[in-house]
């Protein structure tokens, strides 16, 4: 465990068992929404590659035009 994680905890520790419990919640559905994110993404790495390339292309192309924030 890291030095900075320990301190993270010795500090989690020191607050009422109600808010250590909702903090715990809190890390574990971090920790399994960034694997179900990791999971989509390493699923469609090929795909994402595929969009990637066919943007890069359609730019090179002169097909593309410069995003203008104030057109949105």
Do not use: C, Y
């Not at 500090?11 to 890390?27: C, G, H, R, T, Y």
């Not at 390493?42 to 359609?58: F, N, P, Q, T, V």
């Amino acid at each position: 465990m890291t030095k900075l994680l320990e301190r993270a905890f010795d500090e989690v520790s020191k607050l009422p068992e109600i808010e250590q419990n909702a903090f715990a919640k809190w890390v574990i559905e971090e920790l399994e929404t960034e694997r179900k994110w990791e999971k989509a993404f390493a699923g469609s790495e090929d795909i994402l590659d595929r969009l990637a390339d066919e943007a890069l292309a359609a730019h090179k192309q002169g097909k593309t035009k410069p995003l203008s924030i104030e057109k949105l």
